[in-house]
């Protein structure tokens, strides 16, 4: 039995959001065992955590049946240290960057507002405009899968809340350049959320424009450099003045202890970072040299492939049968049947995904 009336009629009609697979789904299916299966499809980081990240998380096991601080304090200090930004600059969120995008729809939107999304793109900010009652404009890339800034201006309305951009983008792995970015910001009476969960990979970021701008909110997260996905932290650097009223309606205590504090370890592993980051540059390279098909530029930490004229579904099929898993980028809106996204592994990693897209060419 059920009762779908009770639902709110604006969420019968959004997709639900899609994950990439996961290594138990993959061993059983194809009868492999766990430990033999590269996980390439969610961009996490392929180091494992930091390990003054995992001690942190060991310290404070004991601690648990106290609430953490309100705002994470000792989390928000630790960014803005990172960052260079002021603490009223800065939101620390859960779960995920997903939390911060959850707590500002709530704070935003209201119905019939409208949100503009450069596609293809990451789909969870529609999931949670829509859910919020807001109407979803979506614009469609140029040849090169870039987002379009033109198009993206022409579709901005007196109705347009919040512009969603996304540097460098998940699928497509490119970077905004900052004069488009503040072009968009000029053009709108809205807010535009710019997310930087891959900016640690690129080659600049915007976090400069946020003391520039009333009108920018820039998201970020521990789940891809930092090596923290499971702990499901992020945070927000935006103006004071929007901060002072997302701390109104931000859900309490949203950020656990434990991820407190090995949020906190993470930022201070440097070294850790620094591996992260140079061991994905040079992935990135080999990957793009070497897979047998059309490969974009990226800045993240993943590249994405264009395999036609075959289909990503049977590609990514047939590296999943040798336990490679990879993203076929299909329920990303505007990208297309022949787009796989894979995440840069460790070195032996790269090498197999190579031999595995010969392969699958052959
Ligand atoms: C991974 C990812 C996120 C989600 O980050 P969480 O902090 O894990 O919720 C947000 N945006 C993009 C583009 C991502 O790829």
Not at 8 to 20: F, H, L, M, Q, R
Not at 39 to 49: Q, R, T
Not at 194 to 220: K, M, P, Q, T
Not at 283 to 301: C, H, T
Request: proline content about 6%; hydrophobic content about 45%.
């Amino acid at each position: 039995m059920s009762r779908p009336e009770l639902i709110k009629d604006v969420v019968s009609s959004i997709a639900e959001y899609v994950p990439g697979k996961s290594i138990e789904e993959i061993a059983q299916k194809y009868g492999i065992a766990p430990s033999e299966i590269i996980k390439l499809g969610s961009n996490e980081n392929v180091l494992g955590p930091s390990p003054m990240a995992v001690e942190a998380l060991f310290s404070t096991a004991s601690k648990v049946n106290i609430y953490p601080s309100a705002d994470a304090t000792e989390l928000v200090e630790a960014i803005s240290a990172y960052t260079g930004l002021p603490v009223e600059n800065i939101c620390a969120s859960g779960p995920g960057m997903d939390g911060l995008l959850d707590n500002l729809m709530r704070l935003l939107i209201e119905p019939g507002d409208e949100v503009v999304i450069p596609t293809p793109t990451f789909s969870y900010y529609e999931i949670a405009a829509r859910a919020n009652g807001a109407v979803a404009v979506h614009v469609a890339p140029g040849d090169e899968l870039e987002f379009d800034v033109e198009a993206i201006k022409d579709a901005i309305s007196d109705r347009t809340k919040v512009i969603f951009l996304c540097s460098p983008n998940n699928p497509t792995g490119k970077l905004l350049a900052e004069d488009d970015v503040r072009k968009i910001l000029g053009s709108t009476k809205g807010l535009v959320f710019v997310d930087e969960a891959y900016v640690e990979f690129a080659d600049h970021d915007l976090s400069g424009l946020v003391a520039e701008y009333d009108n920018l909110i820039i998201g970020r997260t521990f789940s891809k450099a930092f090596g923290l996905a499971g702990l499901r932290i992020g945070y927000g650097l935006m103006p004071a003045w929007l901060k002072a009223q997302y701390m109104k309606i931000a859900t309490p205590f949203n950020v656990s202890l434990p991820a407190v504090m090995a949020g906190v370890a993470a930022l201070s592993d440097t070294e850790y970072l620094e591996k992260s980051i140079s061991c994905t540059k040079e992935g990135r390279v080999f990957l793009a040299e070497n897979i047998p098909f059309k490969v974009y530029d990226s800045q993240a930490n993943f590249v994405l492939v264009d395999v036609s004229p075959m289909i990503a579904a049977d590609v990514a099929g047939s590296l999943l049968e040798k336990g490679i898993i990879v993203r076929d980028c299909r329920s990303f809106k505007n990208a297309g049947d022949s787009l796989i996204r894979v995440t840069v592994g460790t070195p032996e990693q790269n090498k197999k995904v190579v031999e595995a897209f010969k392969e699958a060419k052959a």
